[in-house]
């Protein structure tokens, strides 16, 4: 199993910065891609940035490209979510996500782990 334990978010004016971290522990090894995903509202959970553990090969939503950084330590298992030039739209919950694959005699799955999520909110 995989625990995922979030610190950071909070308040911000627009313009502002905060910094997301997220720590897995526990069946870690099989980890292959994390990342931060948020919910605002009355909307869907969206993807806001992922990092792969093979290479660090990240992805960004079109909304954050540019203002939001994911960077991974791989020692500590820990990615981090350094978000610049917030702005009110980002206010949402951020859930950190981690993908593992399990593996048994009859073949492989995949696995989703989340977070218990951190509030973000932004003040115009």
């Known amino acids: 199993q995989v625990h995922l334990a979030e610190s950071g978010g909070g308040l911000a004016q627009s313009g502002g910065s905060l910094r997301l971290s997220c720590a897995a522990s526990?069946?870690?090894?099989?980890?292959?891609?994390m990342g931060w995903y948020r919910q605002a509202p009355g909307k869907q959970r969206e993807l806001v940035a992922r990092?792969?553990?093979?290479?660090?090969?990240?992805n960004y939503d079109d909304s954050v490209r540019g203002r939001f950084t994911i960077t991974r330590d791989g020692a500590r298992n820990t990615i981090y979510l350094q978000m610049n030039g917030l702005l009110p739209k980002d206010t949402a919950v951020y859930y950190c996500?981690?993908?593992?694959?399990?593996?048994?005699?009859?073949?492989?799955?995949?696995?989703?782990?989340w977070g218990q999520g951190t509030q973000v909110t932004v003040h115009a």
């Open positions: 990092i792969t553990n093979d290479g660090g090969r990240t």
């Open positions: 996500h981690a993908a593992s694959v399990l593996v048994t005699s009859t073949g492989g799955s995949v696995q989703d782990h």
């Open positions: 526990g069946t870690t090894a099989k980890i292959y891609v």
